[in-house]
T-cell receptor
Framework: EAQVTQNPRYLITVTGKKLTVTCSQN?????MSWYRQDPGLGLRQIYY???????DKGDVPEGYKVSRKEKRNFPLILESPSPNQTSLYFC???????????????FGPGTRLTVL | RKEVEQDPGPFNVPEGATVAFNCTYS??????FFWYRQDCRKEPKLLMS???SGNEDGRFTAQLNRASQYISLLIRDSKLSDSATYLC????????????FGTGTRLLVSP
């Protein structure tokens, strides 16, 4: 089954304790992205990757890191989490066809993170 | 001004009703447009793309007006299962997909 998976789905942690949220897709997609969703703000892009070893900042990258060592995986790293990073996080991937009307994104199930 | 604006709702409608959502976007260079559906605390899922000519998928009709920078979604014969949040999404496409999301319009369909 074609899908985007994220782990963990739920995480409660404390300020300053490094954590990683994994994201994996089995569709051989070129493009992957991380979003956070907060009430009243919609989804905002954190980082994206157009291909292996190619990553770039989105709209809200502060406090996050990513890596893309393999095509299928795109982990999100919080080196020193803070309470304002409490949010619902989504990973997404798309084929990267270069055709705006067909290059739609598929989302993972989400990770609910609480930083105390 | 938000890049993509939607009425947050909620829209409360009875089963069988017709309901319409609107969305405006600020970037006139936007390339493509979508409606996504999001159930409570779950991932957004693509409902339909939106084309200038308008397009229909069963009970759902989407329309784009580039001159007014306006997108609409019409749902006919509402079902209980249509209850969800509908996200208006604009692709600013800068050589790669750059999606900008509205905050969503919540729909509640009641028996």
């Amino acid at each position: 089954e074609a899908q985007v998976t994220q782990n963990p789905r739920y995480l409660i942690t404390v300020t300053g304790k490094k954590l990683t949220v994994t994201c994996s897709q089995n569709m051989n997609h070129e493009y992957m992205s991380w979003y956070r969703q907060d009430p009243g703000l919609g989804l905002r892009q954190i980082y994206y990757s157009m291909n292996v070893e190619v990553t770039d900042k989105g709209d809200v990258p502060e406090g996050y890191k990513v890596s893309r060592k393999e095509k299928r995986n795109f982990p999100l790293i919080l080196e020193s989490p803070s309470p304002n990073q409490t949010s619902l996080y989504f990973c997404a991937s798309s084929p990267g066809t270069g055709q705006p009307s067909t290059d739609t994104q598929y989302f993972g199930p989400g990770t609910r993170l609480t930083v105390l | 001004r938000k890049e993509v604006e939607q009425d947050p709702g909620p829209f409360n409608v009875p089963e069988g009703a017709t309901v319409a959502f609107n969305c405006t976007y600020s970037n006139s260079a936007s390339q493509s447009f979508f409606w996504y559906r999001q159930d409570c605390r779950k991932e957004p899922k693509l409902l339909m793309s939106v084309y200038s000519s308008g397009n229909e998928d069963g009970r759902f009709t989407a329309q784009l007006n580039r001159a007014s920078q306006y997108i609409s979604l019409l749902i006919r014969d509402s079902k209980l299962s249509d209850s969800a949040t509908y996200l208006c999404v604009v692709n600013e496409f800068r050589g790669f997909q750059k999606l900008v999301f509205g905050t969503g319009t919540r729909l509640l369909v009641s028996p």
